[in-house]
């Protein structure tokens, strides 16, 4: 049976319409205001559910109202310095978005005069913009009915419709936009996918839904069946790996600080940080020798001052602080350059890097 025999078999003896008009009543009357609601400008909503991917509302806000108060149209976007966009996301994550973003917005100004293309193909075409996103700025912004299916739009569905298939495998999120396909409303999708994505954020939450005030309770199989908790199946995660590192600061003779630019793709590209040695194989000599072949650098060293540990989706870093002495030796290393400490604050840095900014001192 493929996914369209089993939405269909799903949503058998399911009151589709009834469904629809309680959600997109209750959305109406309780969504939040939010600043990317103000309008159905689909420049806008396309920002915002990047910003949104992974990250909660409340920290998007400020970060969404700043970047659209420095890049209000797509042009004034495309023509940014790259670095001036990863500074103005410095602290949401994820920058590989902030620069996806920039080169699909580019492609959008030169390709198709500054317009968010509302044809299917040709927004999804676009680096960055997956299903969900798809759906969700030719929903909201073009009122197409469109699915956009994320977590939160899986749990909602799952309980509601009483699906136990696994969230955690990318298959199932193709039987959930087929599901998605047959319930949202052709009259309204804007509201109906907001209404879903609300629901889902305010009521409907992976643990202890509110299911006493949920406007289509009388429509869930699984709160009827009283499973509301066991669902969504979600197998867990791989362990992430842990890996050492010391984070050093060093001064030249000058004063200044040394950083260095990672590299242009990757975990956090092309943003700054201070030099980390990674201390899997390596004692406190052989690091010194490690850094010494890697920067051209001779150091000694001086204070350990923190113990940062940041985690990412997949690894998380255990980052000594270190400020070490500079003895000798002639910088070599590509990317890296001494600063002023006053002009830090000008360089796009990781959140686990700004942990150590409070060192240096102007």
């Known amino acids: 049976m493929n996914n369209q025999e089993r939405a269909n078999q799903t949503l058998n003896e399911f009151d589709i319409q009834s469904f629809q008009e309680d959600l997109i009543q209750w959305f109406k009357k309780e969504q939040r205001i939010l600043?990317?609601?103000?309008?159905?400008?689909?420049?806008?909503?396309?920002?915002?559910?990047?910003?949104?991917?992974?990250?909660?509302?409340?920290?998007?806000?400020?970060?969404?109202?700043?970047?659209?108060?420095?890049?209000?149209?797509?042009?004034?976007?495309?023509?940014?310095?790259?670095?001036?966009?990863?500074?103005?996301?410095?602290?949401?994550?994820?920058?590989?978005?902030?620069?996806?973003?920039?080169?699909?917005?580019?492609?959008?100004?030169?390709?198709?005069?500054?317009?968010v293309p509302s044809d299917p193909g040709e927004l999804g075409s676009l680096k960055g913009v997956g299903p969900y996103t798809k759906g969700a700025i030719l929903s909201i912004a073009y009122d197409t009915p469109e699915p956009a299916v994320d977590g939160n739009v899986m749990r909602v569905l799952s309980r509601i419709?009483?699906?136990?298939?696994?969230?955690?495998?990318?298959?199932?999120?193709?039987?959930?936009?087929?599901?998605?396909?047959?319930?949202?409303?052709?009259?309204?999708?804007?509201?109906?996918?907001?209404?879903?994505?609300?629901?889902?954020?305010?009521?409907?939450?992976?643990?202890?839904?509110?299911?006493?005030?949920?406007?289509?309770?009388?429509?869930?199989?699984?709160?009827?069946?009283?499973?509301?908790?066991?669902?969504?199946?979600?197998?867990?995660?791989?362990?992430?790996?842990?890996?050492?590192?010391k984070l050093i600061l060093i001064e030249n003779e000058k004063g200044e600080v040394l950083i260095e630019q990672r590299p242009g793709d990757g975990l956090l590209a092309s943003l700054w940080q201070y030099p980390m040695?990674?201390?899997?194989?390596?004692?406190?000599?052989?690091?010194?020798?490690?850094?010494?072949?890697e920067y051209g650098l001779d150091i000694e060293w001086k204070e350990k001052l923190e113990e940062v540990k940041h985690v990412f989706s997949h690894l998380i870093w255990e980052m000594e602080v270190v400020r070490v002495t500079l003895k000798g030796g002639e910088l070599n290393r590509e990317r890296a350059r001494f600063v002023e400490k006053q002009t830090i604050d000008d360089y796009p840095f990781p959140v686990s890097h700004q942990k150590a900014h409070k060192y240096v001192n102007p």
């Open 35 to 115: 600043p990317w609601r103000e309008n159905q400008d689909p420049y806008r909503v396309w920002v915002s559910e990047i910003m949104l991917q992974q990250t909660r509302v409340d920290t998007v806000i400020p970060y969404f109202n700043h970047f659209m108060d420095k890049f209000p149209t797509p042009e004034s976007l495309a023509e940014a310095d790259e670095q001036e966009v990863l500074k103005a996301w410095e602290g949401l994550g994820y920058y590989s978005r902030a620069r996806n973003l920039q080169t699909a917005v580019r492609e959008v100004v030169e390709e198709y005069g500054g317009v």
């Open 161 to 245: 419709l009483n699906v136990d298939d696994d969230i955690a495998k990318p298959k199932t999120r193709k039987l959930f936009e087929e599901l998605v396909r047959g319930v949202i409303s052709d009259k309204d999708p804007s509201s109906f996918n907001q209404g879903m994505m609300e629901l889902g954020a305010m009521i409907c939450t992976p643990k202890s839904p509110s299911c006493m005030l949920c406007p289509v309770q009388e429509y869930c199989r699984a709160f009827d069946k009283g499973i509301e908790t066991t669902l969504p199946v979600k197998s867990s995660k791989k362990k992430q790996k842990k890996i050492p590192y």
């Open 277 to 293: 040695i990674p201390m899997k194989d390596l004692g406190p000599e052989s690091a010194k020798v490690w850094f010494l072949d």
